[in-house]
Every structure is written in structure tokens, then in C-alpha cells.
């Protein structure tokens, strides 16, 4: 097969050593490819916390302004001095690095080995998928049965499986039941869907009663609201009812994961006959797999004899799980694509709108049901 170039127009987004953001609309040139790829024409890529993350980065986005670069649309806001410094953000200084996590699309070229593939719905979690064009693996691709639309497809990957793997997880350590922060999102409603398929006990953490009533409207039975004040006596009282040893924490920053600790350390501790001043030993685990709160972790260490905090990332999980137990998750995600894991979005988004300032104050929001998609090819 001939060889065909695809000029690919992708957003990138660069610290300087300045110490300005910058994210700006840049061509690729896409030629050559190998036998075992494919190009893929990107038609939805959604906007995750993540990819926000990594657009914006320690930026001042009360001071993000849009400006031209090449007659092109672009945004760029001041980095705080503190975090130039920071040994998170320092490797990133320099480079810049192409944004969307994952995404869908049609396959319009293929090297040798993959041309079956062309004219084929895909989905991928390559990263770099706010680009028209995507030059990836093939087998880094999950073919879409006919009709499946790019809308369904684009969300997955990153959500469904790191709610599957959170239950992987909690049936490997051998837990019997989940605690989940940041319940109310899109998410924490996929797994909550999950858990309610599989028969796995539940508890939901969110942050208002309008959350509450959101989840219990899909079927959580234990929803408790962090903004309550009686929330330590309703997670405390949750905890019991489900006997839950091992929580997922969005939140990360401040006292939330301490809470939860201590929550189920007091739920323990009242069915405990004897005293004992190490507290506990039942294993309380919780992971940390998100940063809404970008705060130090607060932890005051109260919570018996056997406890741990980690970080958590799904992707390291599929890692070491192997294969054959990522193929069967990939497998239940497609099956139940637009009923376990569909996802409601609030709007679509060109390349240009992402560049929009008055568009990135709203699907910057950390709010429930706002959740954008970028189609590039727009």
C-alpha cells in the first residue's frame, strides 16, 4: 500500500522556563507508518480531569487570556514561581506535550498487517487525542461492533476500568465491600451501576444533597454527604451496614482520607469485646487515585494496628493483572456500553472552542454532570 501523509492539527500545551502556560493549536505531519499501525481520524475524545489536569497544569487560571500565535487561537496564563520549582511540574518545563487521554474515531489508513481495519469505528487510549489525526497501534485499538457511535466510544476506557479494577482490587486483597469519594460523578455512577449489577456493597461519599439524590435516583443505598455536619456518624454508620474494609479516594488533598480511616476504625472498634490500645487489626486500606484537592494529605495515624495509604493508578493495576484479565474487563465494558457505562455529556467542542476562555471556565468545573467532548475533527 502506498504510503499517504495526513497533516494533523492537535492541541499542545508548554510551560516555559518563563513561567507561562501556553496551549496552542500545532501541525504534525504523519507519514511513514509501520506495518502494525493504523491512522485514526479522531471524532470524539472526552474531556477528563486528567486531561485538565495536563492542559492547564499549576497555571493561574483567574489570569488565563487568550492570544494569537500563527493567526491561530491560543491560551496562556502565568505559572506561580512555587510550583516552576515544584519536582512535579519541573520535568514537564520545555516540552510540549499533546493532550486527550483517549478517544474514537475511524480508521482512514493502516500499515501492512492492520488493513482490515480501515473504514472501522475504534476505540483507544493512546493519549495525544485532541489531534484530527492519530497514528497509533493496532492493537491498541478495540474494534467497535457496526453502529456503535464515536459519542458512546470515546469514554471507554479511563472511567470503566478504573471502576472494574477498583473491584478487582477489592476482591484480590479480599474485601467484601467499597467505599468511593467523589461518588456523584461520571465515574462514581459507572461504578455504582457495577456494584449494584454484581451485588457488592456501596458506599457513596459526595459532597451535597443534590448529589445524594442524584445517586439514590440510580439505586445507591448508602449515599452519605460530606458537607453534613453528622457526616462522620453517617459514614461511620454506612461502613457498618456494609462492613467495608477498603476506600478510593478522588479527593487525595486534606482530611478526607483520615476521615475514612477513622470512620472505619470506630466502626470496628464498637463491635470489638476487648480492649486492646493498639486498636484494631483488621487491614484498612484506602488508595488515592485523584487530586480535587491539591492540599498536603492530612493523616493523624488513629486507626489501630493495621492500616495503609497508597497511591493508585488503574492502569498500573491492568499492568501487573496481565492480559487476559484487562481483555475480559475491555470485554464487559463493550458489552454494556450504553447501559453500565454510557455517559451523558453536556456539549461538544472544536479544537478552536477548547481555546475559548469562557468555554474552559465551564468544562474546568469539577461538577457533576459536566462532562464535555472535543471532536477535532469540527
Not at 476500568?161 to 462514581?188: D, F, P
Not at 457495577?194 to 444533597?209: F, T, Y
Not at 484506602?286 to 487530586?291: A, E, K, L
Amino acid at each position: 500500500m502506498a504510503d499517504e501523509k495526513f497533516i494533523s492539527t492537535g492541541l499542545r500545551t508548554l510551560i516555559t522556563p518563563e513561567g507561562e502556560l501556553r496551549v496552542t493549536l500545532e501541525d504534525e505531519t504523519i507519514g511513514d507508518i509501520a506495518p502494525d499501525e493504523v491512522v485514526i481520524r479522531v471524532e470524539a475524545s472526552p474531556i477528563n480531569p486528567t486531561d485538565v489536569g495536563l492542559l492547564f497544569g499549576p497555571a493561574d487560571l483567574w489570569r488565563l487570556e487568550a492570544f494569537s500565535v500563527n493567526g491561530r487561537p491560543g491560551l496562556r496564563a502565568p505559572v506561580p514561581s512555587k510550583q516552576m520549582s515544584s519536582h512535579e511540574f519541573r520535568p514537564r518545563i520545555g516540552k510540549p506535550l499533546p493532550v486527550g487521554t483517549e478517544g474514537a474515531g475511524t480508521v482512514v489508513h493502516a500499515g501492512a498487517n492492520a488493513v482490515d481495519m480501515i473504514g472501522k469505528t475504534v476505540s483507544t487510549m493512546s493519549g495525544g487525542m485532541y489531534a484530527g489525526f492519530r497514528r497509533v497501534k493496532a492493537g491498541d485499538c478495540v474494534v467497535l461492533p457496526e453502529g456503535t457511535s464515536v459519542q458512546a466510544a470515546a469514554s471507554m476506557n479511563a472511567n470503566p476500568l478504573t471502576a472494574l479494577c477498583m473491584v478487582e482490587v477489592m476482591r484480590s486483597e479480599g474485601h467484601t465491600a467499597l467505599i468511593h469519594s467523589a461518588a456523584a460523578s461520571s465515574l462514581g455512577q459507572m461504578l455504582n451501576r457495577i456494584c449494584i449489577k454484581d451485588g457488592i456493597p456501596l458506599v457513596n461519599i459526595v459532597r451535597s444533597e443534590e448529589q445524594v439524590k442524584t445517586l439514590q435516583s440510580i439505586g445507591a443505598k448508602y449515599v452519605v454527604n460530606s458537607s453534613a455536619e453528622s457526616f462522620f456518624e453517617d459514614l461511620k454508620t454506612a461502613i457498618t451496614a456494609t462492613g467495608a474494609t477498603l476506600a478510593f479516594d478522588a479527593v487525595g488533598g486534606g482530611s478526607l482520607t483520615d476521615t475514612v480511616l477513622r470512620a472505619i476504625e470506630a466502626s470496628l472498634g464498637a463491635r470489638q469485646t476487648a480492649f486492646s490500645r493498639y486498636g484494631t487489626a483488621t487491614a484498612k486500606q484506602v488508595y488515592i487515585y485523584g487530586s480535587l484537592n491539591v492540599e498536603p494529605t492530612v493523616l493523624t495515624r488513629t486507626y489501630g494496628s493495621s492500616w495503609s495509604v497508597g497511591r493508585w493508578l488503574f492502569l498500573n493495576f491492568l499492568q501487573k493483572a496481565g492480559p487476559e484479565t484487562a481483555l475480559a474487563l475491555k470485554k464487559r465494558v463493550l458489552q454494556e456500553l450504553s447501559t453500565t457505562f454510557a455517559v451523558q455529556y453536556k456539549g461538544t467542542l472544536s479544537l478552536n472552542d477548547v481555546l475559548n476562555p469562557e468555554n474552559v471556565e465551564e468544562f474546568a468545573k469539577r461538577a457533576t454532570g459536566n462532562k464535555f467532548l472535543v471532536n477535532p475533527s469540527l
